[in-house]
């Protein structure tokens, strides 16, 4: 059973414009949430993070928006860039970190120019 | 600050044989998770080490098995191959202390396949 679900495994999305980016959990002991991005053959790169008693984080072009009574987080990229092309993973973290990071399955962004 | 290296990046081995991987956190880094990757399951954490010492576990079988050494490098062991272990493995470290040791920096993976 997921814990962390991304249910858009890509998404398409012109330059200049907004990507959305959306992850769902099922357990509200979650307490830290994370954005990662990944290309290929390498490492996920930290992008941002927001941690339980925040609804917003920004960071430049990258916001994300956590909605705890939905149990849902978000990541905004405004405005879209070539090199924003990559894999882009939600994880969370409880506390302890006995699961380590937990992360969703991850959507494949694709900025056309 | 250089950042997590891992060796070797790519490594072939055949079903039944061991394999050790090693990795270097970002240097003043104190904890090293270890995490798998495959098509199928995706990022799955394999356990973490934090001076010398496992404190955390994922769901993987005791052929799975790490150390992390005073330097606080670490490796990490798989013992008789099976072909479902053909994955990118992935090291990454934190700091420690307050909400940043939240924030995990990975190594760029060994790629391992299993023949």
């Known amino acids: 059973d997921q814990q962390v679900k991304q249910n858009s495994p890509s998404l398409s999305v012109q330059e200049g414009r907004i990507s959305i980016l959306n992850c769902d959990y099922t357990?509200?002991?979650?307490?830290?949430f994370l954005w990662y991005k990944k290309y290929p053959a390498e490492g996920p790169t930290f992008l941002i993070s927001?941690?339980?008693?925040?609804d917003k984080n920004e960071d430049g072009r990258f916001t994300v928006f956590l909605n705890k009574s939905a149990k849902h987080l978000s990541l905004h990229i405004v405005p879209s860039q070539p090199g924003d092309s990559a894999v882009y993973f939600c994880?969370?973290?409880?506390?302890?970190?006995?699961?380590?990071?937990?992360f969703g399955k991850g959507t494949h962004l694709i900025i056309q120019p | 600050k250089a950042g997590v290296t891992q060796t070797p990046r790519y490594l072939i081995k055949t079903r039944g044989q061991q394999v050790t991987l090693s990795c270097s956190p970002i240097?003043?880094?104190?904890?090293v998770s270890w995490y798998q990757q495959t098509p199928g399951q995706g990022l799955q954490f394999l356990f973490e080490?934090?001076?010398?010492?496992?404190?955390n576990k994922g769901n993987f079988p005791g052929r799975f098995s790490g150390r992390q050494f005073s330097n606080s490098r670490s490796e990490m062991n798989v013992s008789t191959l099976e072909l479902g272990d053909s994955a990118l493995y992935l090291c990454?470290?934190?700091?420690?202390?307050?909400?940043?040791?939240?924030?995990?920096?990975f190594g760029p993976g060994t790629r391992l396949t299993v023949t």
């Open positions: 990454a470290s934190s700091a420690t202390g307050g909400l940043s040791s939240y924030e995990q920096y």
């Open positions: 080490y934090f001076s010398e010492t496992q404190r």
């Open positions: 994880a969370v973290y409880s506390g302890g970190g006995a699961d380590g990071l937990t």
């Open positions: 240097s003043g880094h104190r904890s």
């Open positions: 927001i941690s339980s008693i925040k």
């Open positions: 357990n509200s002991m979650f307490d830290y």
